[in-house]
């Protein structure tokens, strides 16, 4: 069983920053990738940002040069620094990892923080 533990999220003025991070915990034999997705009111979950073991990064366009995603391989954690927030920003953002193990992909998702950003 994997267990993916949050934290970070938080109410902040547009503009601002802040970090989330995601650790995993329990039997990790493989990370294949960690990542975010968040979901507004009324929208479908989207990716934000998605880090391979490896350091391939992806992410999506809204947050190219805003966000930054980062692992620590040592500690299965990933990290979602996120700066010059605005209003639209706003979601809970739900972390993801992927996992491999004896031939079969498997996939967890965390509970998700809130972010609000305020105008």
């Known amino acids: 069983q994997v267990h993916l533990v949050e934290s970070g999220g938080g109410l902040v003025q547009a503009g601002g920053s802040l970090r989330l991070s995601c650790a995993a915990s329990g039997i990790i034999i493989s990370i294949v990738h960690m990542g975010w997705y968040r979901q507004a009111p009324g929208k479908q979950r989207e990716l934000v940002a998605r880090i391979t073991s490896g350091g391939s990064t992806n992410s999506a366009d809204s947050v190219k040069g805003r966000f930054t995603i980062s692992m ?4 299965n954690t990933v990290y979602l620094q996120m700066n010059s927030l ?9 972390c993801n990892a992927n996992l491999y193990y004896s031939g079969s992909y498997f996939s967890y998702w965390g509970q998700g ?7």
């Open 72 to 75: 620590d391989n040592a500690k």
């Open 86 to 94: 605005n209003v639209e920003d706003t979601a809970i953002y739900y």
């Open 113 to 119: 923080p809130q972010v609000t950003v305020s105008s």
